[in-house]
Nanobody
Framework: VQLVESGGGLVQPGGSLRLSCAAS????????IGWFRQAPGKEREGISC????????WYADSVKGRFTISRDDAKNAVFLQMDTLKPEDTAVYYC???????????????????WGQGTQVTVSS
């Protein structure tokens, strides 16, 4: 079981990035996925979560209206479209999945068992 994030980079304030979370070793469509981020010296925080049917989609207040989570089961991937980026969005971004299929673990990172290695997002002029 492996999750791999990609799509991070350096972007100017107001810019956009699209993060991808690709899975190997399991079918991502059977699992809820969460996106989390951690900035230096700060706790890991939940950004967005999506369940297997798209019925449960959650965004942190800090990104609501700017970030969009989606999944493409045919590609075995989940995406995080990030628009209108701000310097305070700078962090390492992780995707994660719970051990249990067809279960929505909610928004706390402690409920997720499988993690990618993270991708750095830096928003700076």
């Amino acid at each position: 079981v492996q999750l791999v994030e990609s799509g991070g980079g350096l972007v100017q304030p107001g810019g956009s990035l699209r993060l991808s979370c690709a899975a190997s070793g399991f079918t991502l469509g059977y699992y809820a996925i969460g996106w989390f981020r951690q900035a230096p010296g700060k706790e890991r925080e939940g950004i967005s979560c999506i369940d297997t049917t798209d019925a449960e989609i959650w965004y942190a207040d800090s990104v609501k209206g700017r970030f969009t989570i989606s999944r493409d089961d045919a590609k075995n991937a989940v995406f995080l479209q990030m628009d209108t980026l701000k310097p305070e969005d700078t962090a390492v971004y992780y995707c994660a999945a719970p051990y249990t299929a067809l279960w929505y673990p909610g928004t706390h990172w402690n409920n997720y068992d499988y993690w990618g290695q993270g991708t750095q997002v830096t928003v700076s002029s």
